[in-house]
């Protein structure tokens, strides 16, 4: 996968962004970190919103780079397999585990109740948050302008 | 360490009877026996190209191990199932390079933040079409997390998704006590375990 190419199958599109624009994605971050620690939701529920904040810190990574994800059939795989390439190395491994968590929350909000278990809801969590902290981080370290 | 001789033994008794591309090619169309595979979907699930297949393929053929079909200018295979050999081969394949033995060798790394692991649903209980999911339950300490990269690998290997779904023990146990009606019917039914077996299982439960 390259820019190139998801450029030239319209997945992508250029984009220009704007600290206000992040702020606004941060923002929507922290509404869906909160929701997924809430215990009264169920595991279902914690999970695909947990799923939402990591997918939103993906695209905050994209947009810094300077792209938007077209939103079209298989969008989310896209930013997340896309976010690798603008990510570090060390962090491609959050990419695959979410799209784990991909497929299953697909089958959350689609398909099938009590799909998640305790355990995955729990882990969903903590994964999103350390995936979120990790983007901040290459913000500030690449795009200063734009950091928190 | 039952496990670990298994899986030596396993890739080395299929390396001394068969080339490598022989060995691709079978554990391919044996392993998803309704399936027609393309020539070049074929050489890009082995990751070579179409020509260094073409005399294997034409030998499998002519042997009555593969019936092939064309449509067009396009060439198809697929494992000939009213061979005489056909159910003796898969078997073979299925202890060797099969989907338990993949899934096995790659959740090892994981050792003991494993508990136990073990596939069900239509796998499980040999009732799969070519493109059915691999549904796997992993009971432990290793999450999602620590299995995606294994589970990605696998689905590379075996070419169809595979699915898991993780428990602490305390969540299993609890769980199948207030009886929980999805975790009830898996135990209920055919299991083909990864690491440990049913004593494992009723040690978690607690039985």
């Not at chain 1, 702020?23 to 595991?43: E, K, V």
């Not at chain 2, 591309?21 to 179409?50: C, F, H, I, M």
């Not at chain 2, 689905?155 to 009606?181: Q, W």
């Amino acid at each position: 996968m390259t820019w190139t190419k998801l450029l030239a199958n319209k997945e992508a599109q250029r984009h220009k962004t704007s600290k206000k624009e992040l702020d606004n994605m941060r923002a929507l971050i922290a509404r869906d970190l909160a929701d997924a620690s809430l215990a009264g939701l169920s595991a279902d529920r914690r999970f695909a919103t947990a799923y939402n904040a990591a997918l939103q810190a993906a695209n905050m990574a994209i947009a810094c780079a300077g792209y938007r994800i077209m939103s079209k059939v298989g969008h989310h795989r896209v930013s997340l397999e896309s976010a690798k390439l603008v990510l570090d190395k060390p962090v491609h491994n959050y990419a695959d585990y979410f799209e784990t968590c991909r497929r299953k929350r697909n089958t959350i909000d689609y398909t099938f109740s009590n799909v998640a278990t305790e355990t995955e809801a729990k882990e969903i969590l903590v994964q999103a948050k350390r995936f979120y902290g990790e983007v901040e981080d290459w913000i500030t370290k690449n795009h200063p302008a734009l950091k928190m | 360490m039952r496990n670990n001789v298994r899986n030596m033994r396993s890739s080395s008794m299929l390396t001394a009877l068969f080339p490598q591309v022989r060995q691709g090619v079978l554990a391919a169309t044996l392993g998803q026996p309704d399936k027609w595979w393309y020539l070049s979907e074929l050489a890009d699930r082995l990751g070579t190209s179409p020509s260094s297949l073409q005399r294997e393929l034409s030998s499998l053929v002519s042997s009555g191990i593969l019936v092939h079909r064309r449509e067009g200018t396009r060439a198809y295979f697929k494992a000939e199932t009213q061979s005489p050999v056909f159910r003796d081969l898969q078997q073979l394949f299925e202890k060797t390079a099969g989907l338990a033995p993949t899934l096995e060798q790659l959740l090892k790394p994981l050792g003991n933040k494993i508990q136990c692991a073990f596939i069900y649903g239509s796998v499980a209980r040999s009732r799969e079409h070519a493109m059915s999911d691999v549904d796997v339950m992993v009971i432990g300490r290793a999450g999602l997390a620590d299995l995606s990269p294994a589970l990605r690998r696998a689905e590379e290997r075996l070419g169809r998704e595979v699915n898991a779904t993780s428990y602490s023990p305390e969540e299993f146990r609890d769980k199948l006590r207030s009886h929980d009606h999805f975790l009830a019917a898996v135990l209920r039914r055919r299991k083909q375990f990864l690491k440990g077996g049913q004593s494992d299982l009723d040690e978690i439960v607690g039985k």
